[in-house]
């Protein structure tokens, strides 16, 4: 069994939807869990610490350990305060869940600046700022697991939810270079998409009644996003920078795939005749690589040209 026996993880927006059941299921595996939740609305506003409390309760009942933390992570303060409570409390730090997240649907010529500042401060923002300062002690201690709440509608794309995408976009970006620089580190980074019916859909329908009788929903029970999760966040997770969705007990890597493409001649000046004419190859996605940076592109291209490097 998976287990986190000594391990102290950090999970927020722990306190309701997805984040406590990861709370609850590290902690039964025995992690000492920071619990985090500012205890918000699911569209940012207010705050409460009981949301926290009851998790915390929850698990020192089933005879686990865990504090709470009531900091929001959308400041640099916050983030900081999250990982130096957990640190000070515990003494070490193993993984870190970024989940924390507001929600809500508005149509793309409707976000205002302040729409989008508050959805990318919350998401992107705060995935930085709380995952700055617990890097810094998993280089220390040379070993770390984070796994970032990114979302297939980043992704693919989801209607009414540019805001909200992007920023979920941002977080696999982030994640992709904590992976390369933590490394030699020791520190993994993944990220997880998940699909879970949770507060995010029950308290931003207009009719929560309409959602009683879809199939779907009820298929995505928030409880079978938890082992995807558990797994990347353990030191049994062997790899590194990789995205899974997780989809009513379905399982999936998602990946960022670069065809073959077309390739002029080495000194030729393509024009967009050419890409016209060259389209079908241009656009094939078989065969195709999974690059693990930047450079892999450039010293393929590089390859088939013929320029050494």
Known sequence: MIDFTGQVAVVTGAGRGLGRHYALELARRGASVMVNDLGGSMHGDGADSGVADLVVDEITAAGGVAVASYDSVDT???GEAIIAAAVERFGRLDAVVSNAGIFS???FEEISPDDWRRMLRVHLDGGFYLSQPAYRVMKEQGYGRFVFTSSSAGMFGQPLEAHYAAAKAGLVGLSNVI???GAPHGIWSNTV????FSRMVTDTVDDPKAIDDVAFLKAIRPELVVPIVVYLASRDCDFTHRNYSACAGRFARVFVGLGAGWIAEPGADPTADDVATHLAQV??????TVPDSIFDEVFEVC???GIAM
Not at 193 to 196: A, H, R
Not at 283 to 288: E, L, M, V
Request: aromatic letters at 4%.
């Open 76 to 78: 640099p303060a916050g």
């Open 105 to 107: 649907s508005i149509a």
């Open 179 to 181: 992976a390369i620089e």
């Open 193 to 196: 998409l998940p699909f879970g």
């Open 283 to 288: 656009s094939a996605t078989d065969p195709c």
């Open 303 to 305: 390859h088939r040209l």
